[in-house]
C-alpha cells in the first residue's frame, strides 16, 4: 500500500537560521484539487522591513494563524476557473422556466449536478428522484452555512454529521430515512474521490445512528383481514384484486407493476419476465407465474391482449397509457381506511403474505431467493428473520407446562 498523501503542510517559518541579513518569510504547501499536485506559497510581506529578529519572530506568528485561520475556514489559494453546468439539483418547474444551465466556479453545486448527471443515466426515474431531492436539500444546508464556495475537500465530517443531526432533529425523521441520507452522500463523495479525484477521504464515515426508530415495514396481512380486502377489491375495483394478487404470487413490486407490459407474461411457458428498465435492481429478471394467476389472467381476457400494452392502465384492463406512481398505493389505502382495517396492513403486505405462506409450505430458501429476486441468499436469510418466527408444531403444541 502507498503511503498515504497529505492535503497541505500548515505555514511555518523559513528564518535562515536566525540571521536577519538573509530573506526570511511564511511557507506552505496545498495540494491543487485539479492537478493532484502540491505547490509551494510563500509569504514575504513586511519581513524584510523589520530590523530586528524578535519583531520578525512576532509578525511571522501573526502571518502564520491568519494563515490557518482561512485555511482551517475552507480557503483556498488557486483560482477556480468559471464552468458551464447544467444544474441538475433545481426544482423541474424552475428549470422549465428560467432554464437549468449555469456559468459559475467549480463548487459543491457544480460537483452534485454532475453526480446527478451520472446517476440519471444507472438507477430508475424514482431512485433519481430521490437522490435529486436529498441531495437539493444537502446543497441548500451547504450553502446555508455559506460552505458553497470552499475546496469541496473541506467538507468533514464534523459536517456531515451537523447535517444529519439537524435533519433528525427538525424533521423527526427516522432512523431508515436519516441512513438514506447517508448513504446517497457517501455514494456522492465516493465519486469525488474515485471518478473526479479531487478528494483524498470520504466524510461520510464512522457516523452514529440517528433518527427515531420506527417499523415502517409492510405486514403480512390475516386470513380474516384478508378475505375481507379480496372481496371488497373484487366487488368495487377488480384491477386492484389482479394487482394484490401478482404482488401475492409473484412477489413484483408496485412500481415494477405499472410497467410490464402484455408482451412480458409468458403465457406459454408460466413465466413473467421483469425487464432493466423496469426492476428496481436494473437487472432483466424471470419470475415464476403460479398456476392460480396464470389461470386468473387468462380468465380476465389479459390473453388476448396486444403485447405492446401496459398491462394496468386507466381503462381498467390493458392499455396504452399506463397509471401514475402512486395509483395502487391510493387506492388500496383508501379501501382499507373504509374496511376500518389497520394502516399496518400497507399494499406491500401481499407480498410478505405470499413469502410468510410459500415459507409455511416449506418452500427452500433458494427457491425463495429466486422467487423474491434477492442478490443472495444471505438476504433472503435475513428476510426469513426479519418477518417469520419458527413455525413448529413442538413450540405450538407441546411446549412444556410452566407450572410443574
Known amino acids: 500500500m502507498g503511503r498515504k498523501k497529505s492535503a497541505m503542510v500548515l505555514p511555518h517559518l523559513v528564518d535562515a537560521g536566525g540571521d536577519i541579513t538573509k530573506e526570511w518569510f511564511v511557507e506552505y504547501s496545498m495540494r491543487d484539487p485539479y492537478t493532484g499536485k502540491m505547490k509551494r506559497f510563500r509569504e514575504y510581506r513586511r519581513l524584510k522591513s523589520l530590523k530586528t529578529a524578535d519583531e520578525r519572530y512576532s509578525y511571522a506568528q501573526t502571518v502564520i494563524e491568519e494563515i490557518k485561520r482561512k ?6 489559494p488557486f483560482a477556480r476557473p468559471k464552468e458551464h453546468y447544467h444544474d441538475n439539483l433545481l426544482l423541474d418547474t424552475v428549470a422549465k422556466r428560467w432554464g437549468a444551465e ?15 448527471g451520472v446517476k440519471k443515466g444507472s438507477v430508475s426515474p424514482r431512485s433519481y428522484q430521490t437522490y435529486q431531492s436529498k441531495l437539493r436539500i444537502f446543497c441548500e444546508w451547504v450553502e446555508m452555512r455559506g460552505l458553497q464556495d470552499v475546496y469541496v475537500g473541506s467538507i468533514t465530517t464534523e459536517h456531515v454529521l451537523e447535517f444529519l ?12 430515512s436519516v441512513e438514506k441520507y447517508s448513504q446517497i452522500l457517501h455514494s456522492f463523495f465516493d465519486y469525488l474521490i474515485k471518478t473526479k479525484k479531487v478528494v483524498r477521504e470520504n466524510p461520510v464515515t464512522g457516523l452514529p445512528r ?22 371488497a377489491m373484487r366487488k368495487y375495483d377488480r384491477q386492484l384484486w389482479i394487482v394484490c394478487q401478482l404482488e401475492y404470487y409473484c412477489a413484483i413490486r408496485p412500481g415494477e407493476m405499472r410497467n410490464l407490459k402484455v408482451g412480458d407474461l409468458d403465457f406459454e411457458n408460466g413465466l413473467i419476465r421483469v ?14 407465474m403460479p398456476r392460480q394467476l396464470a389461470r ?35 387506492r388500496f389505502n383508501a379501501l382499507r381506511n373504509r374496511l376500518g382495517l389497520s394502516a399496518d396492513f400497507k399494499l406491500y403486505s401481499f407480498k410478505h403474505t405470499g413469502g410468510v405462506m410459500l415459507v409455511n409450505a416449506g418452500v427452500s430458501t433458494w427457491d425463495l431467493q429466486r422467487h423474491f429476486r434477492h442478490k443472495s ?28
Not at 71 to 76: E, R, T, V
Not at 102 to 116: A, D, I, K, Q, W
Not at 165 to 176: G, N, P, R, V, Y
Open 71 to 76: 485555511i482551517l475556514d475552507g480557503w483556498s
Open 102 to 116: 449555469r456559468e459559475g466556479v467549480v463548487n459543491t453545486r457544480m460537483y452534485l449536478s454532475e453526480f446527478l
Open 165 to 176: 443531526q439537524e435533519l433528525a432533529e427538525e424533521k423527526q425523521l427516522s432512523c431508515l
Open 210 to 231: 440517528l433518527g427515531r426508530v420506527v417499523d415502517c415495514a409492510a405486514k403480512p396481512i390475516p386470513d380474516r383481514e384478508r378475505s375481507l380486502l379480496l372481496a
Open 275 to 288: 425487464p432493466c428498465t423496469v426492476s428496481k435492481n436494473r437487472l432483466t429478471e424471470t419470475v415464476t
Open 296 to 330: 386468473l389472467f387468462k380468465d380476465e381476457g389479459y390473453c388476448e391482449a396486444a403485447a405492446d400494452l401496459y398491462l394496468f392502465s386507466s381503462t381498467g384492463m390493458p392499455g396504452v397509457k399506463r397509471l401514475g406512481k402512486n395509483s395502487f398505493r391510493n
Open 377 to 404: 441468499v444471505e438476504t433472503t436469510e435475513r428476510y426469513i428473520r426479519k418477518n417469520f418466527a419458527a413455525d413448529s408444531d413442538m413450540l405450538k403444541n407441546h411446549f412444556p407446562d410452566i407450572d410443574p
